[in-house]
């Protein structure tokens, strides 16, 4: 009795340690699972495509022309960073061409306005000299009347009056002349001096010969000014020198302005117009004439001109 307990009691505690073994597979019959293998069917035959575009003639040949629009990539590349150094550089030299339009411009701008006012002062300078030539020819002009007026109330047996005409003893007694006379401001002496230039004044007239005299002044070296006059005929083929003598004498002085000092005599020449046309009249010492306080402080000499014309 005691053994059969025992072995129904071992059959129940097999019963609970004994496992089934796995049931078999089971075909796939849901429309789910049939789905599945047809995707993977698909995915090989892509698989299979692929294989057949990367190892075929056609992708090789792509592979090559994609090389070559790589090449001309890297190429274009190269040129275009060339062509913008190459705009770079010439901006940067228009920009330095502008800077130095701008320089000129300002530097011609300053020129502009020291020309103007040299320009300014040349033209004060030539109206002060107008007035003072316009000043002297008409103190001229009015001694000449009065000359005229005394000479034809004078006395025909008297001297000759010695303001307007006189007559010198070394030409004769029975000589008269008519006195002439201007002057002429010599600007920028000391450079004058320093290039040993020339230079010439106005041209004076001198109507009763139909004849035009100049003055020239010409530096030489160890500063010494050479002063000539110059004489032309305004009618070359008149007959002025079958009628009339041409004979003069010239006296040219240096003016002293402020009127302390009395005027320096440079030289005297006696010549004829009709047979010449220069005439040296004397020589003075630059340096002198400063001493002596001659020369103005803008450095402007001033030379007075008196040609007596012999009748």
């Not at 004994?18 to 597979?25: A, F, G, L, T």
């Not at 010239?250 to 005297?268: E, N, P, Q």
């Not at 004829?272 to 005439?279: G, L, P, Q, S, T």
Request: proline share 4%.
């Amino acid at each position: 009795m005691s053994q059969l307990k025992y072995l129904n009691k071992e059959i129940s505690t097999n019963k609970t340690i004994r496992k089934d073994p796995p049931p078999p597979p089971v075909a796939v019959t849901s429309q789910k699972d049939e789905h599945r293998y047809e995707e993977v069917a698909v995915g090989q035959k892509e698989e299979n495509l692929y294989d057949k575009l990367v190892y075929t003639e056609d992708a090789k040949e792509i592979s090559t022309r994609l090389q070559s629009i790589e090449d001309n990539q890297e190429k274009m590349a190269a040129e275009f960073r060339s062509h913008y150094q190459f705009l770079i550089s010439e901006i940067k030299k228009l920009q330095d061409a502008l800077e130095g339009v701008k320089t000129s411009n300002i530097n011609l701008q300053k020129s502009l306005v020291e020309s103007s006012t040299v320009v300014q002062e040349s033209v004060e300078s030539l109206k002060s000299q107008f007035l003072e030539t316009s000043d002297h020819l008409g103190q001229h002009v009015l001694q000449v009347r009065k000359d005229i007026v005394a000479l034809s109330k004078r006395d025909p047996n008297s001297p000759p009056p010695i303001s307007g005409f006189e007559s010198p003893s070394h030409h004769g007694a029975t000589d008269t002349r008519v006195k002439h006379m201007f002057e002429w401001d010599i600007q920028s002496v000391d450079n004058l001096v320093k290039t040993q230039g020339h230079v010439s004044s106005h041209s004076y007239h001198i109507g009763d010969l139909n004849y035009k005299v100049l003055g020239g002044a010409e530096f030489l070296k160890d500063s010494i000014m050479s002063v000539r006059i110059y004489g032309e005929s305004t009618h070359p083929s008149g007959t002025d020198h079958l009628t009339k003598s041409g004979r003069f004498e010239c006296k040219v002085m240096v003016i002293d302005r402020s009127g302390a000092m009395t005027d320096w005599l440079i030289g005297k020449v006696v010549g004829n117009f009709f047979k010449e046309k220069m005439w040296m009249v004397g020589n003075v010492s630059v340096p002198e004439l400063k001493k002596k306080n001659y020369l103005a402080q803008n450095k402007t000499l001033k030379l007075k001109f008196t040609i007596d014309i012999f009748k």
